[in-house]
């Protein structure tokens, strides 16, 4: 104790100065700073269990009101848990005390580690994505004693192009032992929708179910984990999720002694600064998200989406499972993916110039796919995204056949008009398929 006190009241103060005086500087552009002697509070984390679930929660006071932060997995799983740590709960309220301008204090103890990289590198990145001002310190009660945790490998599970890439690479005696994949990860931290708890619980279950079946057969065993995450945090999920899924893995540290965060873009795209997507600081913050006992990092950052696709296309049960849809509730009963989402059609393109997409009939709908396919063909050609330049070259490294009218209209369209496809057009014409089909064959001469 009197080690992180004087660690606390050497460094703190110091730091505490150079904050306020920021503070001073740039509150008036910030309504939403706060003082620095306001604070985010987190209690012990208590564990119960029953019905066949365990569950660790911590109360945590921000503002005037007390949140009780929970995650809950099966009860076969509760030694998993690192009861003996708040930085699961730390990790969780760093973007809450970051945009209110607070401190966090911690009634109990965290990892040193994480403690030094939180407050010397992960806080000013983050707040300067933020674009909000470095005033949040971080005070624990002691530093944990833990310094080795369990030999388990992790990594989240989607179903998707990046996370059965993250399995292909990490199976099968391609990377060393120690670095294999042990256990599969799928949670509810606000990937599946953000509408309501409700409905995002039921979808979470939904997918746990086709996801399990899939583990077995991949020889892995999943953990469901379930949680009140996104109501706690109340943000855009494409803005926090790097923070959400590892505070997750950060639960289970008893267990895993590696976690392996499956990238979303190339190595090429890391940057730092303001930005709508997280996935773009990973190669720098995840390493900070780690303990003495466990290692947080990226993986696939070195392949292209079209080289993951191609990956992915190798592992037989991915014909049965991929899951990539953003709309499922607009795909037909008993299929996962929708085909014309954004997400489905980029990927279903990429599968029919391999020539596979036949093959996976059962998980796409690919008769909505076709209704839509040239549309989607004058963004590829004419897009600027990294995406879609990828998709191009694909197409003429396969030399695939592209109808000469498609080509006209992508090479005369402005790319930002090009790039609308997916995300305005596609989406517009849902409701007027008839009038799809036909500028679709109108396309294909």
């Known amino acids: 104790m009197a080690t992180v006190n004087s660690i606390l009241a050497r460094d703190a103060n110091s730091y505490m100065e150079e904050s306020a005086s920021a503070v001073l500087k740039t509150v008036p552009a910030n ?30 006071r921000i503002g005037e009101d007390v949140k009780t932060l929970w995650f809950e997995i099966e009860d076969t799983y509760k030694d998993y848990l690192a009861a003996d740590t708040l930085d699961a709960f730390v990790v969780a309220s760093l973007i809450p005390a970051i945009l209110r ?14 403690f030094y990289n939180l407050s010397y590198s992960l806080i000013p990145i983050l707040s300067e994505y933020l674009e909000k001002p470095r005033v949040t310190n971080i005070f624990p009660d002691t530093f944990t004693s833990a310094t080795t945790g369990g030999a ?5 599970f989607s179903g998707g192009v990046d996370s059965f890439c993250n399995y292909y690479d990490h199976s099968h005696g391609r990377v060393p032992d120690d670095f294999s994949l042990t256990h599969f990860i799928f949670n509810n931290v606000g990937a599946h929708g953000q509408k309501a708890p409700d409905a995002d619980r039921a979808l979470f279950l939904r997918r746990f179910s086709r996801l399990r079946d899939c583990a077995e ?23 926090t999720h790097t923070l959400r899924n590892t505070a997750v893995a950060l639960l289970m540290q008893a267990a895993f002694g590696k976690f ?14 303001p930005d709508s997507n997280m996935s773009h600081l990973e190669p720098v913050i ?3 998200l780690g303990t003495e006992r466990l290692e947080c990092m990226g993986s696939g950052g070195q392949h292209s989406r079209v080289e993951k696709t191609r990956r992915v296309t190798e ?3 991915s014909r049965h499972y991929l899951d990539v849809c953003v709309s499922p509730h607009n795909a037909p009963g008993g299929i996962a993916n929708c ?12 599968l029919k110039i391999f020539g596979k997409l036949e093959e996976y009939n059962k998980v796409f709908d690919l008769k909505s796919f076709a209704t839509f396919e040239n549309l989607y063909l004058i963004e590829v050609m004419g897009g600027k995204s990294p995406y879609v330049k990828e998709i191009r070259q694909l197409i003429a490294e396969k030399n695939f056949p592209v109808p000469r009218f498609v080509r006209l209209i992508g090479t005369l369209l402005p790319a930002a008009a090009a790039q609308q496809f997916s995300m305005r057009i596609i989406p517009a014409l849902l409701r007027h398929r008839s009038v799809a089909r036909f500028i679709n064959r109108s396309l294909a001469w």
């Not at 057969?217 to 803005?239: I, R």
């Open 31 to 60: 309504t939403n700073a706060k003082t620095v002697s306001e604070e985010i509070i987190i209690n012990p984390p208590v564990v119960s269990t029953g019905n066949g679930r365990a569950r660790i929660a911590s109360g945590i």
């Open 101 to 114: 301008g607070e401190n966090i204090r911690l009634k109990g103890p965290m990892s040193g580690k994480l």
């Open 152 to 156: 388990g490998v992790a990594a989240g």
């Open 217 to 239: 057969k991949l020889g892995k065993p999943a953990v469901a984990v379930d949680s009140n995450l996104d109501e706690f945090m109340g943000q855009k999920f494409e803005l």
């Open 260 to 273: 392996l965060y499956s990238s979303g873009y190339p190595l090429s795209e890391t940057k730092l600064g």
């Open 286 to 288: 995840l390493p900070l």
């Open 315 to 317: 592992i037989e049960e």
């Open 339 to 350: 085909g014309v989402c954004w997400k489905c059609i980029r990927t279903a393109t990429t």
